[in-house]
């Protein structure tokens, strides 16, 4: 060992860098704290009727998703749209707004003629047909589940127009008795 490898052990400046630290998913809790904040920014009419109202049809969406995130598996592309809707693009969408001063940002022209008041609201229009693809991305999945087992059903049973077979004995033999042992 070297004098300057030694001395470099000795005051630490040759070590190796420890691995940065992964942050964890956010958990449903998370998600939906981030919702909440979101939704606190645009109570009490901070923001016009035509933001607040955006902003809920989000909130709303990405709340009634939040449960069934696990629909779309690990990993999944849509998971993160909604896990990043609920904790940056929102949020921060709103937030920008909100730093502008209100006659300022409803009336100067800042992006194609556009004020900040109307980019808003092109960004929530976007997020809110985004998260309703999403959401219905989630249902897809037990809808097609629903139909998968009608379909079974149907080949079981009979199919449901021809009212189906339920394969029970008729006759006496096959008469229902009451309950509590009485013969009718």
């Known amino acids: 060992m070297t004098l300057g490898g030694f001395l470099g052990r000795i005051t630490g400046r040759d070590r190796e860098p420890e691995p940065a630290a992964v942050p964890r998913p956010p958990t449903t809790q998370d998600l939906l704290a981030?919702?909440?904040?979101?939704?606190?920014?645009?109570?009490?009419?901070?923001?016009?009727?035509?933001?607040?109202?955006?902003?809920?049809?989000?909130?709303?969406?990405?709340?009634?998703?939040?449960?069934?995130?696990s629909n779309l598996g690990a990993g999944s592309p849509q998971a993160y749209s909604v896990m990043a809707t609920a904790t940056d693009y929102l949020p921060e969408a709103v937030s920008g707004y909100l730093r502008l001063p209100r006659q300022w940002?409803?009336?100067?022209?800042?992006?194609?003629?556009k004020t900040s008041l109307m980019v808003l609201v092109d960004q929530l229009d976007l997020l809110g047909s985004t998260m309703e693809q999403v959401f219905d991305a989630v249902n897809r999945a037990d809808a097609t589940a629903l139909v998968a087992h009608g379909r079974f059903l149907a080949e079981k049973f009979g199919t449901g127009s021809t009212g189906g077979a339920l394969g029970l004995p008729t006759g006496d033999a096959g008469r229902l008795q009451p309950p509590s042992g009485r013969q009718s």
Not at 105 to 113: M, Q, T
Request: hydrophobic share 45%; charged share 30%; aromatic share 0%.
């Open 105 to 113: 940002a409803d009336s100067r022209p800042v992006d194609r003629g």
């Open 34 to 69: 981030a919702v909440d904040r979101v939704e606190q920014l645009v109570a009490n009419g901070a923001v016009p009727a035509v933001v607040s109202s955006r902003v809920m049809r989000v909130s709303r969406i990405v709340r009634e998703t939040i449960p069934r995130l």
